[in-house]
């Protein structure tokens, strides 16, 4: 999977806006009109915009070849939040009773506690870490044994996210890319880490 550009190539604003999104049915079907909801994601997918204020022709032509090579919204792509900060609960994986490698959901990462569905596994017994060494850069476990299917892994920790995600607009033209980074910021549909 590809990595979008890094901060390094062409530097965004000041702030990243993360909003979290997550599924929610609700009904009023019986006669006292009280509210039942379900839950439909068990993990919150993040919806990322960057504004680029001070961004070149040459910086948006760059961001714009990834559009394009990513074909609009089609194509997935890893973002990593450069903000060093503390999360809970990120999802890792689901275990299948076969694979034993997960990527997860950080970059550089400290202070890390890995849980297989709630219960706290330990590093160098439970799995080993590999700092750097799953796909795009992330940060890798292996764990002693499979996890069973439907077993699922999360991760608290201090580090670099990475979001799995997609641009959000599938129709642009370089002069309303260019613009929109500008202005109002593009916006990247984070999808669920795996």
């Known amino acids: 999977m590809a990595v979008f550009t890094t901060y ?3 530097p965004y604003g000041t702030t990243v806006i993360e909003e979290m999104q997550f599924k929610t049915l609700f009904s009023n079907f019986d006669n006292l009109g009280t509210e ?3 839950r439909k994601w068990l993990y ?3 919806l990322i915009t960057l504004q680029y204020s001070n961004i070149t022709k040459a910086e948006g032509r760059t961001l714009f070849d990834f559009y394009i ?3 609009g919204a089609y194509d997935a792509f890893t973002f990593f939040k450069y903000e060093l900060e503390s999360y809970v609960g990120e999802y890792v994986g689901t275990g299948d009773g076969t694979t034993t ?4 959901p950080c970059k550089t990462s400290s202070a890390r506690t890995l849980y297989l569905d709630g219960a706290e596994q330990t590093v160098n017994v439970d799995y080993t870490y590999s700092a750097l060494g799953g796909t795009d850069g992330c940060d890798e476990i292996t764990m002693d044994s499979a996890p069973a299917s439907g077993e699922r892994l999360t991760l608290d920790f201090t580090g670099y996210l990475k979001i799995k ?3 959000k607009d599938d129709n642009l033209s370089f002069e309303t890319f260019f613009n929109t980074y500008r202005t109002v910021g593009i916006q990247l549909q ?3 880490n795996y």
């Open 101 to 104: 490698t997960f990527n997860l």
């Open 69 to 71: 090579a990513r074909s």
């Open 8 to 10: 390094s190539t062409v």
């Open 190 to 192: 984070g999808l669920l």
């Open 165 to 167: 995600c997609r641009f």
């Open 44 to 46: 919150p997918k993040r």
């Open 36 to 38: 039942r909801r379900k």
